[in-house]
């Protein structure tokens, strides 16, 4: 069993639905949950990171962290065709972040 | 700009060959990482290094040697390439190690036929 699952996807939904992004894990050493978003050809770049279970929110992006289950989940609210992108969830442990494989999402207008 | 960036973007080469990815970073960080991702988009870190000294090298043939020269830079060296090894090929950096937010260059595409 890999260390952090993640579905590639890809993901398509119409511009102004809500995005639903998850991954789960199998390592209870994980410390940091992180969501990173990968446009094509680009370099992947952090938009949010949480520390303990629940949620934290950023603008139309909330990330999700239930520790008990080994699951961690990203909502997009208001989708916009600008989403579009692969959303890989990450974690940290031994300073060394340990990235799922990434969802392919399309938002489409 | 202030950022990490990466060199060559495309590298186009035949099995056997040797060659060099070169990164550079100006955001004063002091680890500097590699990362390998496959076709398959699945990102995998190689190499990290800190303050010019290796740290992780995450069980990847020997055919691959990383280079610090000093803390802004970390080359990539790879002999007799095979063709498992085409893949886009990351560099990242963070102000220290273990930091949750990596900067990452553009990444270089490396092809071998």
């Known amino acids: 069993q890999k260390e952090v699952e993640q579905d590639p996807g890809p993901l398509s939904v119409p511009e102004g639905a809500i995005v639903s992004l998850n991954c789960t894990y199998s390592?209870?050493?994980?410390?940091?949950f992180m969501w990173y978003r990968q446009y094509s050809r680009k370099g992947p770049e952090l938009l949010m990171y949480?520390?303990?279970?629940g949620n934290k929110e950023d603008g139309r992006f909330t990330a999700q962290v239930d520790k008990s289950s080994k699951y961690i989940s990203l909502f997009i609210r208001d989708s916009q065709p600008s989403d579009s992108a692969t959303y890989l969830c990450?974690?940290?442990?031994?300073?060394?972040?340990?990235f799922g494989k990434g969802t392919r999402l399309h938002i489409l207008p | 700009d202030t950022a990490v960036s990466q060199t060559p973007k495309y590298l186009v080469t035949q099995m056997g060959n040797d060659k060099s990815i070169k990164c550079e970073q100006n955001?004063?960080?002091?680890?500097m990482y590699w990362y390998k991702q496959d076709s398959k988009k699945f990102l995998k870190i190689m190499f990290s290094?800190?303050?010019?000294?290796?740290?992780i090298n995450e069980t990847v043939p020997n055919r691959f040697s990383p280079k610090s020269p000093d803390k802004a830079h970390l080359n990539l060296h790879i002999n007799s390439l095979e063709l498992g090894d085409s893949a886009v090929y990351f560099c990242?950096?963070?102000?220290?190690?273990?930091?949750?937010?990596?900067?990452f260059g553009p990444g270089t595409r490396l092809t071998v036929l």
């Open positions: 990450a974690m940290n442990r031994d300073d060394k972040i340990i």
């Open positions: 390592n209870s050493a994980f410390q940091y």
């Open positions: 955001l004063g960080h002091d680890t």
């Open positions: 990242a950096s963070s102000p220290t190690l273990g930091d949750n937010e990596q900067f």
């Open positions: 949480t520390y303990s279970s």
């Open positions: 290094y800190n303050n010019k000294e290796l740290i």
